[in-house]
């Protein structure tokens, strides 16, 4: 069998922010809403499948149980669609196919529960074909967040916004009177319903079985441990699990003689900058507990084996809970940064468990937590990156010590290696964010040191002595650290702010030299679309470089920095070299017009949004929401000298090539193909990637010297527009280099993959292994 040409290595997503919206199946796989898709999560490995179907939010994800406590294959989802999908497992795989979407109910069950905003749970029985309301039931003031049926024991637990949970028991009524003693007995009150069934009536009480009373904060969540099968008949384990935007979870259950409903374990978190749970969920045998947060994050504990009571925090898998607008590997291909319009720059890396083979990707720094929404960035060297948001300024951040000591321990990398660079002189050990401040701010060595009494004074001197920041403390991890670490002590600190656009960041480049960065911000006017250029060394700047009339798109440096390349939003692209860049006395870098496309001479007819080199410095690709990808050049055999009046001419070398949508994002791969061919990636605003092989031609007739040779399926592709694509600066797979053979080594067999990562409108970071040898 062909081995695959695109195979999904890792998919970085969070849960929507919504109850409900995750179910733990019985097969072990975790379904959760990610944006419009579901996602199929395995807590031990990765993200197996994305099932994408709606064309909105999916706000509720639930496996349908089987009687016999089987593996679940049936899954169904709801979204802001107005469309229930009903999901088939095939051939017992993972994976699965819409079967039905249509607005139709669930699968049936005889009693309904719902919750309103009115402080009732409604009671639907379902007679003669037709669901009737037969009863309210009331005691919660405030709204109902969740409600839940246990499946042995008829008992409902209901939570609400009033902080309480309340079980209640549904039992059949006995007919027969009762006799004295039995009217004496306190009993508690019931609410009784009859129900009719071929003119046979039967009658149904439900009774309050208990008040629980432990959160203080809104309870979103309840859910009874599965039932399991013992002896032929299903056992039904009565503990229950709520979640609270207090930021815990609490597992009750009853005691043994009393049956009073006690609280058996609490786990979350104490301070922090979360904001608590929307909902929980039990694996099937009750050894793990699972929480999602108001930001999609996913919190996981595990049972201790052996010690009955102890709950450890376990590695899960996070994500964007927003557009993920930008990303880019760091220089030696081992991490990638993104960042997104969830405010946020996050930082995943390969991890390989000590009981498996293969690596699973994670998030093991967070170092931006921003107050504006993120748009671009640009790695310079390997421990410091340039960020743009939605303002005026860009910022400088440089990786701490103590982010690269635990990257050393968690990737593998000798610590000795990774401080030898030039990136990490001077480092501080953390980074900590002032209550009242957007800029990182640096934590040494000495600022960890506890203050006495008498340093700290007893009174508040200034304002923001009142509100302390969220302070650093330092970690020494061998795993990927949980959410609440990820917010408080992974952030890098801020070196440099950069001022000089009048409106918000759109894009950023560096180049390979590390001594250049390139800056465009929102235009509407000639006079906001200059680039910007940077020196990466006094972070002052250097140039300012007009000639668009409106936004700046995208840009990119050539690989060997000779020329950096603008596409716009005018539908023109423009292209810079740099002035005799060996000269020694040459300080500052200083670039000039090299040639550029006007409006009477462009070949695209609308935005341009994507642009990158050939690895060879060659060629350069322009894509457009003309559908129209191009390749420009030969830029290389140029050597004419630039004039106003007579700048040089570079034309399409590539027949004009219409991919059929819009195209969003385009990148080279920097691995040439056999037969000095060119492979290239091309996003989709629907949010599929097509992969091209380009040959140059003489006479490119009928797009002859393009060759498609792949492209994501439903399941791998993006449910919203690709927004940027970035390859792996080196051949092989991030975590895959044998430790015997020496760090970022590659086998044989390794060396013919190569990996693609892509940043979706979806909320979600997506990386593909690529067969080279397929191609």
Not at 28 to 42: H, M, P
Not at 302 to 310: A, L
Not at 633 to 647: F, K, L, N, Y
């Amino acid at each position: 069998m062909a081995a695959p040409i695109i195979e999904t290595c890792h998919v970085a997503c969070c849960a929507n922010r919504t109850p409900n919206v995750l179910s733990w199946g019985r097969g072990g796989l975790i379904a959760y809403g990610t944006c419009n898709s579901v996602a199929l999560y395995d807590p031990q490995k990765c993200v197996v499948a994305v099932l994408n179907g709606h064309t909105g939010r999916v706000n509720t994800v639930q496996w349908v149980h089987r009687e016999d406590c089987g593996e679940e294959t049936h899954l169904v989802s709801g979204g802001s669609d107005s469309l229930l999908i009903v999901w088939e497992a095939q051939d017992g795989k993972v994976c699965f196919k819409a079967i039905r979407s249509r607005n139709s109910p669930h699968t049936i069950f005889p009693i309904l529960a719902c919750g309103g905003d009115d402080c009732r749970i409604h009671l639907y029985a379902q007679c003669n074909g037709q669901f009737r309301k037969v009863l309210s039931l009331q005691g919660h003031e405030d709204w109902i967040r969740g409600v839940e049926w246990a499946y042995g024991d008829l008992l409902l637990a209901s939570c609400a916004q009033d902080c309480l949970i309340r079980v209640w028991r549904l039992v059949a009524k006995s007919r027969t009177k009762r006799n004295a003693q039995e009217e004496r007995t306190i009993r508690m009150s019931e609410d009784v319903f009859t129900l009719t069934q071929n003119d046979a009536s039967s009658a149904f009480a439900v009774t309050l079985e208990s008040v629980l009373a432990g959160h203080e904060n809104k309870v979103y969540g309840v859910h009874w441990q599965p039932p399991v099968i013992k002896g032929g008949d299903q056992h039904q384990s009565l503990s229950l699990l709520s979640a609270s935007m207090d930021k815990t979870m609490i597992l009750w259950a009853q005691e043994e003689g009393s049956g009073v409903w006690v609280e058996q374990v609490r786990v979350g978190e104490v301070g922090g900058n979360t904001l608590g749970f929307y909902g929980c969920q039990m694996s099937p045998d009750g050894s793990m507990i699972l929480a999602h947060a108001f930001h999609g994050a996913l919190h996981l504990w595990t049972q201790s084996h052996g010690k009955e009571g102890e709950w450890s925090p376990g590695v899960v898998i996070s994500g964007h809970f927003n557009a993920v607008q930008d990303l880019s590997w760091d220089p030696e291909g081992e991490f990638i940064l993104s960042v997104g319009s969830d405010q946020t720059t996050r930082l995943l890396t390969p991890w390989k468990r000590m009981d498996q083979t293969q690596p699973t990707w994670h998030e093991i720094s967070r170092p931006q937590i921003h107050g504006y929404d993120m748009q671009c960035l640009a790695m310079v060297g390997r421990f410091q990156y340039v960020s743009g948001a939605d303002e005026k300024v860009l910022r400088v951040f440089r990786a701490p010590r103590n982010f690269v000591e635990n990257f050393a321990n968690i990737s593998g990398t000798p610590l000795a290696k990774l401080l030898a660079s030039s990136d990490t002189v001077d480092q501080p050990e953390g980074a900590s964010t002032p209550a009242l401040g957007l800029s990182n701010k640096a934590v040494f060595q000495g600022d960890l040191t506890p203050k006495t009494n008498e340093e700290e004074g007893t009174g508040f001197n200034s304002v923001s002595d009142q509100y302390q920041e969220s302070y650093f403390h330092p970690l020494t991890l061998n795993e990927p650290p949980p959410e609440d670490h990820l917010l408080q002590n992974t952030l890098w600190p801020e070196v440099q702010k950069l001022y000089g656009h009048g409106f918000e960041m759109f894009c950023l480049a560096s180049d390979s030299g590390r001594t250049v960065v390139a800056s465009a911000c929102k235009a509407s006017k000639a006079e906001h679309a200059a680039v910007l250029l940077w020196s990466s060394t006094s972070w002052r700047q250097l140039q300012a470089l007009p000639c668009h009339s409106l936004t700046v798109t995208q840009m990119a440096f050539s690989p060997n920095g000779l020329f950096l390349l603008a596409v716009s939003r005018d539908r023109t692209w423009s292209l810079w070299k740099r002035d005799d860049p060996l000269s020694p006395e040459l300080l500052k870098p200083h670039f000039s017009l090299y040639t550029s496309t006007r409006k009477d001479t462009a070949v695209h007819t609308r935005i341009i949004w994507s642009c990158d080199w050939s690895a060879d410095n060659k060629y350069f690709v322009t894509s457009s929401r003309d559908k129209k990808v191009i390749v420009w050049g030969d830029c290389s055999s140029s050597e004419a000298i630039v004039t106003p009046d007579e700048p040089p001419v570079i034309r399409p070398c590539s027949s004009i090539i219409d991919v059929g949508d819009s195209a969003t994002a385009v990148s080279f791969c920097p691995i040439l193909c056999p037969g000095n061919s060119y492979l290239l990636a091309v996003g989709l605003e629907s949010g599929q990637v097509l992969l091209y092989k380009w040959e140059l031609s003489e006479e490119p007739a009928g797009a002859s010297d393009w060759t498609r040779y792949g492209e994501t399926d439903s399941s791998q592709s993006h449910s919203l527009t690709v927004k940027r694509l970035r390859w792996r600066p080196r051949a092989g797979r991030a975590g895959q280099g044998g430790e015997e053979e020496g760090e970022g080594s590659i086998t044989a067999a390794d060396s013919s993959w190569v990996q693609l990562a892509s940043a979706g409108a979806d909320h979600s970071v997506k990386i593909f292994n690529i067969n080279r040898l397929a191609v």
